[in-house]
């Protein structure tokens, strides 16, 4: 643990007033081997000792030996697990695409904040979809709101509307 919280030191140390926080593999998926969640944790209070604000949690990625349960938000628990171990902000990732699947990340206090990659790189326009389906209000920019199946020439929740 050292090199990375030697690394994220000197990143606070020139940005003190900057938000900064880390992504790391909550465990390998070996069984046996170098790093598991207890580990993760570890690190994750040892960053929170010196100023880190959150910690992306995902996992995998570095042995040719793991075996990973891939599903929809596979890897939540670990944040989970972290933020309730010590109390840092967490950001869950891990196959969260359904926007009621994030919403239920968030209200139950799961993680802090969800990251996608999957379902933004499907579908740039995302959030503006989730919101939709959350029904929650969203802000388009007017060049945007004429392609909106129900927008079209309406004046848009958020936005001013034209003069």
């Known amino acids: 643990m050292r090199f990375p919280l030697k690394i994220f030191q000197a990143v606070h140390d020139v940005a003190p007033d900057t938000p900064v926080g880390v992504r790391f593999s909550a465990t390998d998926w070996v069984e046996g081997s170098g790093w598991a969640l207890e580990e993760s944790c570890q690190f994750a209070a040892k960053l929170q000792q010196i100023g880190c604000d959150f910690i992306d949690v995902s996992s995998g990625g570095n042995s040719p030996l793991q075996k990973i349960r891939v599903g929809a938000g596979y890897q939540v628990g670990f944040a989970d697990h972290i933020r309730r171990e010590t109390g ?3 950001m869950a990732v891990g196959m969260i695409n359904d926007p009621r699947q994030a919403e239920t990340i968030i209200s139950t206090g799961q993680a802090d904040f969800v990251a996608m990659a999957r379902g933004m790189l499907y579908d740039p326009r995302w959030p503006w979809h989730a919101a939709e389906v959350l029904r929650a209000q969203a802000s388009f920019p ?4 004429r392609g909106h199946p129900t927008l079209q020439g309406e004046p848009i929740p958020g936005n001013p509307p034209k003069k």
Do not use: D, S, V
């Open 88 to 90: 840092l902000a967490t």
């Open 142 to 145: 007017p060049q945007y709101m």
